[in-house]
């Protein structure tokens, strides 16, 4: 008799997590939230901790939570069961996906297949979970998932949640009966309502909605105007998660600085802060529980009171950690604070290593200030440093190129002629640069895979001359899926379907189709094509509150390497956004 597949370890991570937040009472909606990967990643992601905690706090719901299996697929147990209750996935009412990342698509498509459920929307019956997704990487651009799920909420958990609960809990359960209530709350998108259709060159020509509302359906993305009501940290600790060592906590969203490449700052507008007491307060209660605290934002050095913040974490015994740093905003407080906290590593993200190409990407940044900076950080004590570029990005030259190594260089003499008591490590870390939906970029090509491969080569070569230099490159190969399944439209579902099913194998499936050459649509299409500027785009049909004229306007100051000042939310109407 076949023996029973083992039931996963639930008991020993759920003892050794640690809640900090008091759940309301269960209630009679049940919903499993997916984290389309590891625990260990899951458990890192702070969006996941912020819907988390909605639904648990929330007393008309019983919530539950799913991750991938830990091991090789091949022993992945049948069906996939919740964290908590070991409950099947294909149980609950609401199967809620939180997606952070495009990479993360094809693991959709494995919880969907280990929940017993049949991949494609149209194929699940009446009895099925209602299918549901959020989080940033399909309040971007939806469509390579539209074939999957049943409903998206376009925008942030905090402002849309609860009136999808409303409706959710107020009438029968039932698929059908959930997506007839839910669909009316502001911000959701239900792709069955909504019919595309393609040109004889295979470029989209109508996205219209069909539903029983008229109207162009147009998505309105939804978003919170001030953080500061509500806390977004750690609410579950756990050793074995990805920066579990840390209190994470979230001090903003978007950034000021509008870098051209850059989605967190175009897709988070208007940009927002937490201001120094509540960030104070939250910091106060995590240093109660780890020594670090993980300051998450898209741009860290301009958050209003970040020096003041970082110097009393450490008078209470505490280490800050921001997630990155724009070099010409760290002040000698900042470094101070950091140096005298033992800080291992700071990231500082120059992305573009010579002037005329941060001029293009909107970087607002120079030399002089990127050296100061380092300097700076490294004097106060700081022991590694992080440096982020990107190659592949519009326009760049042979000098652009070979300006990465000159600049790197640079850093390391300055800081060895400036007598840093410890100079230390530098990683460089150099990604292709991928073309983002809601950015001035959305319409450029990536840069074909052999120029990337070419490139990056070079870049090796250069740094491996320079002592105490580590180089961490994506691949191009990387880069290309993640351009696929960012621009993609509802075309890209059988591809996810052809890697969900064989994923070793990804990288020969995309070979395979490229040029037009599988049955299936081009993937270079959406990849290595610079789209037309009065192309209809997949993710149109989203309001993100940023007018397209404004970012069409954007790319072309880039062309002309013109560079835009930052935000002042208090003045500006440019974008539309405030
Ligand atoms: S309206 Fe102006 S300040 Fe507001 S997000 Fe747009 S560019 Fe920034």
Known sequence: MPSAPPLPDRAPRADAERRLFTPGPRGDLSVCLAYP????LGLANLGFHA?????????????????????????????????EARRPLGDFDILAFSVSFESDYVHVLDVLRGAGLPLRRSARGARAPLVLAGGPATFLNPEPLAEFVDLFLIGEAE???????????????????????????????????????????????V???RGPRGGPGRVRRRYVHTLDRYETHSVLLAPEAVFGDKFLLEASRGCEWGCRFCAAGFMYRPVRYRSPERLWESAARGLALRSTVGLVGAEMAGQPGIAGLCERIVEAGGRPSPSSLKADLISPALARALGTAGSRSVTVAPEAASERLRRVINKNLTEPEILRATEWLVGHGVEALKLYLMVGLPTETDEDVEAIGALVARIRERLVAGGAPKVGRILVSINPF???????????????LGSLRRKLARVRRQL????AVQVETESPREAYLQTLLSRGDRRVAPILERLHAAPDAWWSILRALRGGRGDVVDPDRFVLRTWAADELLPWDFIDHAV??????????????????PPCDTHTCHACGAC
């Not at 819907?51 to 147990?77: K, N």
């Not at 039932?174 to 295979?202: K, N, S, T």
């Open 37 to 40: 990967n590891r625990y260990a």
């Open 159 to 205: 402002e849309m949640l609860p009136e999808f609960l409303e409706r959710a809990t107020d009438g029968p359960r039932g698929r059908e009966a959930l997506l007839e209530r839910a669909e009316e709350v502001e911000g959701a998108y239900r792709p069955d309502r909504y019919e595309a259709r393609y040109d004889e060159e295979g470029r989209l020509a």
């Open 434 to 448: 991928v073309p983002k939906p809601w950015t001035p970029f959305q319409w450029e090509a990536m840069d074909d």
């Open 51 to 83: 819907v988390y905690r909605l639904l648990a706090e929330d007393p008309r719901v019983t919530v539950d939570r799913a991750f991938l299996p830990e091991g090789p697929r091949s022993g992945w147990p049948r069906p996939f069961v919740s964290f």
């Open 547 to 564: 007018d397209k004229r404004y970012l069409l306007a954007e790319w072309r100051k880039a062309r002309a390497e013109i560079q835009t």
């Open 464 to 467: 491996s001359a320079i002592p």
């Open 207 to 209: 996205f219209a909605y």
